[in-house]
């Protein structure tokens, strides 16, 4: 398939730098990575984490102080208003909710991953702009970067502030590094002295940014040379929002999150002391992708908390709606949506618990089951708003204040869905994210394999992959046919589901593999085939977390969760089967080369008899300045 030749140096540069900052290692095991392998490894997951009740005791004080504020925030005005009153965000901090996880003996909470995606979940289910407000800061601010690698002593400076509810923010998005963030142009150039950095330049889309009193920036320090080669630095800086030269240029307002606080920073000659450099100098960028490893388990977790909140509404009003002489609830057009949204709320829920509970647990290597939770959970959880917008039929699509005015209970799905789309782009996207997992899938047959086709492997280079593919495949290979037969028994009506995922898993592995044989070097760019293998191992891990939830849940009495597992591993089924069937993609091709001509105008006819919907010429900062400059000169 031809492929774009544009800007080949910069995509081998972006590419490159992101690969530098990857974590190359895998020292710790992950359930994901083997079952891209063709290895279902259910003992990494199963059984089921059964939440610890000593960490529920300690966490019990503070989840009841959150509900009693959340049950009587007025999240309806929070939206019109676009704004969190002070005083709500006081009573936040009072009771800690700044510093959730932060470490007691630094002035925190000391909860546990687990209780933290609860509280936020709790949260999301009524307010999504405060769940930007409180996540934005404890998820990627600074408190989950300081506790991974700060010092002892940033951690004596930050922390006890951090944890008293000063916000914080997380800054790498620039107008040019969105997905690709290691085209990022702030720069942090040495003062003379070496004492400080000085800081140039401008983010994008900072949430909390405008009103963070301390913010997490990643920017480029100078560039080292390797091998003779310059090589891109990027280095974290926790920088405080007082010091001079920080300016807030502009607050965003998006489609929905009306009251989240997201602005464009600006930093002019900002004076920032060499040591409130986080982890290490040229350490930025790796710092940020593991930031978000951890901290992209909270959307999931908010995702779920949202879809059980909608799964709420659905049922309430299908009971209560009469249409055509029956609760609309019993048409099966409804009903159809009723089941699929409890069944994949379900195994959203069981995802987000079993990976905080393994970050929890600690000792598994977890960057794959955050993406997959990510992108599943949002992807599923947006279907689920959708679903019950249209149960509510025209109330759906109506405010909560119109309802309200004309008598009728005001029900935000419209808001819900506003807020909610955002969580498919940010934190990563869905496409970033099956960049990333596809990645990792076929790292270990390039690492293992690929010089024996890559056109750029030195002799030695093939030959040594080649004595390493001999001594691997041959035997990999012919247990990914044959082996594994468990009965699974134990799982009563759901042992037929565990048993096709564990022959399912081989079935992926020999899949990726073949696409290796089939495609060869090729196959990075065939994004369209790894999305697919990606998305069946996606489903396949969702299946495992609910079949496993779901044994756990019946052994303390919900012996009903076996439904909910049975109903969606049965639709997950009929999604992998249409993702092996359409692999390799007999479309692909085709629609590919039209992108191209549509890109290059050749249907622009298609477009005849429109207007812009864009208005007005773009304005830059400085003639705003100079247009109010010369109106107060009148
Ligand atoms: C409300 C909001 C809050 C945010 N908060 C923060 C924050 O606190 N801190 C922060 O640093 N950033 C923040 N962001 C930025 C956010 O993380 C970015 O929007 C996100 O990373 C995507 O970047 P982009 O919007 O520039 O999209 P682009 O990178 O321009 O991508 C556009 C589209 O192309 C796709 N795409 C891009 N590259 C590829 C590829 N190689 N292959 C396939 N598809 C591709 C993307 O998935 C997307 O669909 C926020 C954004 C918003 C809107």
């Given at each position: 398939m031809a492929q774009p030749t544009h800007d080949l140096a910069s995509e081998k540069e972006a590419r490159d730098v992101a690969e530098a900052a990857r974590e190359s290692e895998w020292a710790q095991p992950s359930f994901l990575r083997e079952l891209f392998l063709g290895r279902f490894r259910f003992d990494l997951i199963h059984p089921h984490p059964a939440f610890d009740p000593e960490e529920e005791a300690r966490a019990k004080p503070f989840m009841d102080a959150l509900r009693e504020i959340m049950e009587r925030v007025d999240s309806d005005a929070i939206d019109r208003e676009g704004n969190i009153p002070e005083s709500l965000v006081q009573e936040l901090r009072d009771i800690g909710a700044f510093g959730i996880k932060i470490p007691r003996e630094y002035g925190g909470l000391g909860l546990s991953q687990t209780s933290y995606i609860r509280a936020i979940g709790m949260v999301t289910s009524k307010d999504g702009s405060l769940t930007a407000l409180l996540s934005a800061h404890q998820s990627i601010g600074l408190p989950q970067p300081l506790k991974l690698f700060g010092t002892e002593e940033q951690k004596k400076k930050y922390f006890p502030r951090l944890a008293k509810g000063a916000i914080s923010a997380f800054a790498l998005t620039e107008v040019d590094a969105g997905s690709d963030p290691a085209n990022l142009q702030t720069t942090a150039t040495p003062s003379e002295d070496g004492k400080y950095f000085i800081l140039n330049g401008k983010k994008l889309w900072t949430t909390n940014g405008t009103r963070a009193e301390l913010i997490l920036v990643m920017a480029r320090t100078p560039d080292v040379i390797v091998n003779g080669k310059p090589k891109k630095q990027i280095t974290a800086f926790i920088v405080e929002?007082?010091?001079?030269?920080?300016?807030?240029?502009h607050r965003c307002h998006f489609m929905g999150l009306n009251a989240i606080e997201n602005g464009v920073l600006r930093f002019d000659n900002v004076k920032v002391p060499r040591?409130?450099?986080?982890?290490?100098?040229?350490k930025g960028l790796k710092l940020a992708l593991i930031t978000l490893n951890t901290g992209r388990l909270t959307l999931p977790a908010s995702a779920a908390y949202a879809a059980k909140q909608m799964v709420r509404v659905s049922r309430e009003w299908s009971n209560e709606r009469v249409q055509w002489g029956t609760?609309?609830?019993?048409h099966e057009a409804v009903a159809q949506k009723l089941a699929h949204m409890a069944a994949h709320a379900f195994a959203m829920e069981a995802i987000a618990e079993l990976s905080s509970a393994m970050a929890d647990r600690g000792g598994y290597d977890i960057r794959l089951e955050a993406a997959i939770a990510k992108m599943w959970n949002t992807e599923a959880g947006w279907r689920i708003v959708d679903d019950t917008l249209q149960i509510r039929g025209g109330r759906g699509y109506e405010t909560a204040d119109s309802l309200r005015e004309r008598g009728e209970r005001a029900i935000p799905v419209e808001r819900a869905m506003r807020d909610f789309r955002i969580n498919l782009i940010f934190e990563g996207s869905s496409e970033i994210m099956r960049l990333f997992i596809a990645r990792e899938a076929v790292d270990w047959h390039f690492k293992t394999a690929f010089d024996v086709v890559n056109?750029?492997?030195t002799r030695k280079e093939r030959l040594a992959a080649l004595a390493r593919s001999v001594k691997f495949y041959p035997k990999w290979y012919t247990t990914r046919w044959i082996?594994?037969?468990?009965?699974?028994?134990?799982?009563?009506?759901l042992a037929p589901h565990l048993r096709y995922i564990e022959r399912t898993t081989r079935k992926l592995g020999r899949a990726i593999f073949h696409a290796m044989v089939r495609l060869g070097p090729k196959l990075e760019k065939r994004q369209m085939v790894l999305f697919r293998a990606v998305d069946i191992g996606a489903e396949l891990f969702a299946m495992s977390a609910a079949c496993s939830r779901a044994q756990m849940l019946a052994g303390r009495g919900n012996a009903n969760a076996v439904e909910l597992a049975n109903v969606f591993c049965r639709e997950s089924r009929l999604r992998i089967a249409d993702h092996f069937r359409h692999l390799f993609g007999p479309n692909d091709a085709s629609l590919y080369r039209l992108s191209q001509g549509v890109l290059k105008g050749d249907y622009e006819w298609l477009e005849e008899g429109i207007v812009r919907m864009e208005g007005g010429e773009v304005e830059s900062r400085e003639q705003k300045a100079e247009s109010s400059e010369t109106l107060v000169g009148r």
């Amino acid at each position: 398939m031809a492929q774009p030749t544009h800007d080949l140096a910069s995509e081998k540069e972006a590419r490159d730098v992101a690969e530098a900052a990857r974590e190359s290692e895998w020292a710790q095991p992950s359930f994901l990575r083997e079952l891209f392998l063709g290895r279902f490894r259910f003992d990494l997951i199963h059984p089921h984490p059964a939440f610890d009740p000593e960490e529920e005791a300690r966490a019990k004080p503070f989840m009841d102080a959150l509900r009693e504020i959340m049950e009587r925030v007025d999240s309806d005005a929070i939206d019109r208003e676009g704004n969190i009153p002070e005083s709500l965000v006081q009573e936040l901090r009072d009771i800690g909710a700044f510093g959730i996880k932060i470490p007691r003996e630094y002035g925190g909470l000391g909860l546990s991953q687990t209780s933290y995606i609860r509280a936020i979940g709790m949260v999301t289910s009524k307010d999504g702009s405060l769940t930007a407000l409180l996540s934005a800061h404890q998820s990627i601010g600074l408190p989950q970067p300081l506790k991974l690698f700060g010092t002892e002593e940033q951690k004596k400076k930050y922390f006890p502030r951090l944890a008293k509810g000063a916000i914080s923010a997380f800054a790498l998005t620039e107008v040019d590094a969105g997905s690709d963030p290691a085209n990022l142009q702030t720069t942090a150039t040495p003062s003379e002295d070496g004492k400080y950095f000085i800081l140039n330049g401008k983010k994008l889309w900072t949430t909390n940014g405008t009103r963070a009193e301390l913010i997490l920036v990643m920017a480029r320090t100078p560039d080292v040379i390797v091998n003779g080669k310059p090589k891109k630095q990027i280095t974290a800086f926790i920088v405080e929002t007082d010091w001079p030269g920080v300016e807030v240029e502009h607050r965003c307002h998006f489609m929905g999150l009306n009251a989240i606080e997201n602005g464009v920073l600006r930093f002019d000659n900002v004076k920032v002391p060499r040591e409130n450099i986080l982890w290490g100098e040229g350490k930025g960028l790796k710092l940020a992708l593991i930031t978000l490893n951890t901290g992209r388990l909270t959307l999931p977790a908010s995702a779920a908390y949202a879809a059980k909140q909608m799964v709420r509404v659905s049922r309430e009003w299908s009971n209560e709606r009469v249409q055509w002489g029956t609760p609309i609830g019993k048409h099966e057009a409804v009903a159809q949506k009723l089941a699929h949204m409890a069944a994949h709320a379900f195994a959203m829920e069981a995802i987000a618990e079993l990976s905080s509970a393994m970050a929890d647990r600690g000792g598994y290597d977890i960057r794959l089951e955050a993406a997959i939770a990510k992108m599943w959970n949002t992807e599923a959880g947006w279907r689920i708003v959708d679903d019950t917008l249209q149960i509510r039929g025209g109330r759906g699509y109506e405010t909560a204040d119109s309802l309200r005015e004309r008598g009728e209970r005001a029900i935000p799905v419209e808001r819900a869905m506003r807020d909610f789309r955002i969580n498919l782009i940010f934190e990563g996207s869905s496409e970033i994210m099956r960049l990333f997992i596809a990645r990792e899938a076929v790292d270990w047959h390039f690492k293992t394999a690929f010089d024996v086709v890559n056109p750029e492997a030195t002799r030695k280079e093939r030959l040594a992959a080649l004595a390493r593919s001999v001594k691997f495949y041959p035997k990999w290979y012919t247990t990914r046919w044959i082996g594994g037969f468990n009965s699974y028994s134990e799982f009563g009506r759901l042992a037929p589901h565990l048993r096709y995922i564990e022959r399912t898993t081989r079935k992926l592995g020999r899949a990726i593999f073949h696409a290796m044989v089939r495609l060869g070097p090729k196959l990075e760019k065939r994004q369209m085939v790894l999305f697919r293998a990606v998305d069946i191992g996606a489903e396949l891990f969702a299946m495992s977390a609910a079949c496993s939830r779901a044994q756990m849940l019946a052994g303390r009495g919900n012996a009903n969760a076996v439904e909910l597992a049975n109903v969606f591993c049965r639709e997950s089924r009929l999604r992998i089967a249409d993702h092996f069937r359409h692999l390799f993609g007999p479309n692909d091709a085709s629609l590919y080369r039209l992108s191209q001509g549509v890109l290059k105008g050749d249907y622009e006819w298609l477009e005849e008899g429109i207007v812009r919907m864009e208005g007005g010429e773009v304005e830059s900062r400085e003639q705003k300045a100079e247009s109010s400059e010369t109106l107060v000169g009148r």
